[in-house]
């Protein structure tokens, strides 16, 4: 026990002396970051063909399942017919002819993904993909959002929407598809799509407002601490953390939030009057198959599903706004890489100790 405590010791003084030097170099580049006025925000677009993409997993499960031969025959096959139509198109481009399809030009669809979270903090990104997409979509074409968000701030999300609501302007049909969650501020995103897609255990709704926050007033005067809250206007200031909330404060606080839950069913009625507000606007939320039957949704299915459906009639992109990462960036990565791989370490050894112990 005792050659174990004196590892353990030197194993634990070794892993601060680690983190601590990690967090050091973080806080110097941090510094002289911050020093810098240039600006590391810059990002750029990446671009992914999802019809590529299931080319590349069909051809790579053909080459193990299918006889060598015949596989190899497939591609020759496929490579002459490329060759024959890449040759048609530059001896006509030559002509200054435009060879015109016997189809119809395939649809585009470009899909975009928001994770949300309390702040709505994909919005930013996120502006970023819309505004190059609306750059070449048309009325043709679709826009495909992936969401998946429990809510968060009003105001961020009243933006998030406000983004969407550029599709819509702009002519583009728009598709959202939710396969985990779209409640509260991510349904009020969701609302905007001329046609919401959920998985059958997906969870959608939440139209409702809330605000939480605790009261340390009687804590402060049980120990003879004042605390004091000047403001210029009535209604600066309603409710506060460690202040004396008032009646009046707190009424005009209930109000604010109703107001609030009155804007955000006004919001989904102008872009989903199918809905009954009666029964959605309650703060409940529905499982996919629920949320169907209370028009929240149009139709039950993954994203997965629909997007590869898709991929047989139109050329699908995947478009996503990536930013630079500094070096500050990296670091902190790294750091918290190497943090938890220690964490993990010492965890694992505890418990192998207990178990060695019994």
């Not at 993409?53 to 497939?74: F, G, N, P, R």
């Not at 804007?263 to 507000?277: G, I, S, W």
Request: charged share 30%.
């Amino acid at each position: 026990m005792v050659d174990f405590l004196a590892s353990y010791g030197l194993f634990l003084a070794k892993s601060l002396t680690v983190v601590g030097a990690i967090i050091m170099v973080i806080v110097v580049v941090g510094v002289v970051a911050s020093r810098n006025k240039k600006d590391n925000r810059e990002g750029y677009l990446s671009i992914d063909s999802l019809n590529e993409t299931l080319e590349d997993m069909e051809h790579a499960l053909k080459e193990v399942v299918l006889d060598a031969d015949v596989y190899k025959q497939q591609l020759k096959d496929e490579a002459k017919q490329e060759k024959a139509e890449a040759k048609a198109r530059k001896k006509a481009l030559k002509k200054g002819k435009v060879i015109q399809p016997d189809e119809p030009e395939r649809k585009r669809i470009f899909v975009l993904d928001f994770d949300g979270d309390i702040k709505a903090s994909e919005l930013e990104p996120m502006r970023e993909e819309i505004t190059a997409v609306l750059t070449m979509a048309t009325e043709k074409d679709e826009v495909v959002i992936r969401l998946e968000s429990p809510g968060g701030m009003v105001h961020s999300y009243g933006l998030a929407s406000s983004q969407l609501e550029r599709i819509k302007r702009h002519g583009v049909p728009l598709t959202v598809c939710v396969d985990k969650v779209a409640a509260s501020g991510g349904y009020m995103m969701a609302c905007l799509a001329d046609k919401i897609i959920a998985a059958p255990f997906s969870v959608l709704g939440s139209i409702g407002v809330v605000a939480q926050l605790p009261n340390f007033h009687r804590l402060l005067k049980k120990y003879d601490i004042d605390y004091e809250i000047l403001t210029a206007g009535e209604y600066k200031r309603t409710m506060t953390v460690l202040g004396e909330n008032t009646e009046k404060g707190r009424e005009k606080f209930i109000e604010d939030l109703e107001d609030t839950h009155s804007l955000f069913k006004e919001f989904v009625t102008e872009f989903r009057p199918q809905v009954d507000m009666e029964t959605v606007a309650t703060g409940e939320v529905w499982f996919g198959r629920r949320a169907l039957a209370v028009n929240l949704v149009d139709e039950i299915s993954t994203s997965d599903e629909y997007l590869i459906a898709a991929c047989e009639t139109a050329d699908v992109y995947s478009v996503r706004y990536e930013y630079k990462k500094t070096l500050q960036d990296r670091i902190s990565e790294m750091s918290i890489k190497t943090t938890d791989s220690l964490f993990t370490k010492w965890a694992g050894r505890i418990m192998n100790a207990r178990l060695l112990a019994k």
